[in-house]
């Protein structure tokens, strides 16, 4: 394996476990509210975070380019007041990442939440507990392979992702090339050897994440609610 | 005098598939009174529990207990469920399928009081099975854990909502026993909803009776169920309900 293979591996790596944990953190309350909120426009977040399962991934990074473009308002004032530019970079790929990957943390934390018998928490609150502690002693606890689920699809997810990085990254090794784009890549160059060696990692790489899923999800299913 | 824990009237529009309604509720209950809310499925019994557990939020009227005003339409009053001192007995028990029994107690109190931990365990026969999770118990020790995590804070008002009707005659008759020990020993005013009147007239000291939206009688057991054996066509609650229902119509 040569440094640019373990380079390209580093970055999809790197991209997943940071899109991960930032989605983990913001999935938990925005499924919260779309699940127990009264909020009646509610309707319409849940229509913006579910936007990237139907939207091509191309459009998002269309207009996340133009976003992130100093000759475009937010580009210019982060370019201006931050000396920040998120076109062709890093963080900007993992923006995109974040924003495309939303529906697969929150839709897995929401069916958690929904699954759950809405007693749990009238009880909690009951017993004089303020919603802060029923959710991280009682809510939480009590959906973790929904958390798991989550989280185990958005590392795959992001893994494997291609339209939005290729958009808003380009395809600069050592910075914004990830594996998937790696294969396109390589089999333009007509590097058939170096792009199987991508694809098997990738092939491989996702058979065991959702065989991890999926047996978690059968082990789980045999816990008896109340 | 007799001291008044509880003095509510209220009002809420019910809109299920079987009752399109409003409920008007105006009902006192005395401290450490043991008092039933009994009437037909769907007549707003588990509502009424629930505006004064603060889980509903009823649409005008109020709710008095003691010195404290929980909830009043004109003031602008709604107390939250997690200031009102209360404990709730729910009808699917509600119990954390993450914690053992012992960690429900725990998790109730405010404080944590080992003693009456452990008071709880005895009266309620839970001792040796402090360690287990909720799928390790009985339908009956269930039941048992949430009288007794309903306990655990020491509430001024417990409320049952039909804690014991997924059981089967013999546990629930050694369990209606329990719960009146329960009510003795810890002093809390009861307030259970029910629509079996064997149940009514062993655990309860007064009845109210809703039906159509109202509290249709009142009064202790014995004097509301007496009507039921002047009638010799009704024999079971149903048919008890029935004919409050025909009365009233």
Known sequence: ?226 | MEEILIDLHIKKSIHTNHVNEILDIKLSIPAHGFITLFGKSGVGKTTLLRIIAGLTTPDSGYIRVGNETWYDSNLNVNVKTQQRNIGFVFQDYALFPNMTVKEHLLYAQPQKEKKHVSDLLDTFHLKGLCNRKPDKLSGGQQQRLAVARALARKPRLLLLDEPLSALDTETRNMLQYEILQAHKNFHATTLLVSHDIQEVVKLSDFVYVIGNGKIQKQGNPDDIFNLVNADPHVQSPSRYLDSISFTCS
């Open chain 1, 1 to 226: 394996m040569d440094d640019s293979f373990l380079q390209t591996f580093w970055i999809s790596i790197k991209l997943a476990s940071l899109t991960t944990f930032i989605l983990f953190c913001l999935g938990i309350p925005i499924a919260y509210f779309l699940t127990y909120s009264r909020f009646r426009l509610k309707i319409i977040v849940q229509a913006l975070v579910s936007m990237p399962l139907v939207l091509p991934p191309s459009v998002l990074g269309f207009y996340l380019l133009i976003a992130f473009s100093p000759n475009y308002w937010p580009g210019n004032f982060l370019n201006q007041y931050f000396n920040i530019r998120l076109a062709f970079s890093f963080a900007g790929i993992l923006i995109g990442s974040v924003i495309f990957n939303l529906p697969f943390m929150v839709n897995s934390i929401q069916n958690g939440f929904s699954n759950l018998p809405v007693s749990l928490k009238d009880a909690s609150y009951t017993l004089g507990k303020t919603r802060s502690t029923t959710l991280f002693r009682v809510l939480l606890p009590n959906i973790k392979p929904a958390l798991l689920t989550g989280v185990c699809l958005t590392f795959a997810h992001t893994i494997g992702e291609f339209g939005v990085i290729l958009m808003i990254g380009g395809n600069i090794p050592g910075k914004t090339r990830v594996a998937a784009l790696a294969v396109y890549d390589e089999v333009q160059a007509l590097n058939f050897s170096t792009a199987n060696k991508y694809s098997i990692f990738l092939f491989l790489f996702s058979f065991l994440v959702l065989l991890f899923v999926y047996s978690i999800n059968s082990e789980y299913s045999k816990w008896k609610r109340f």
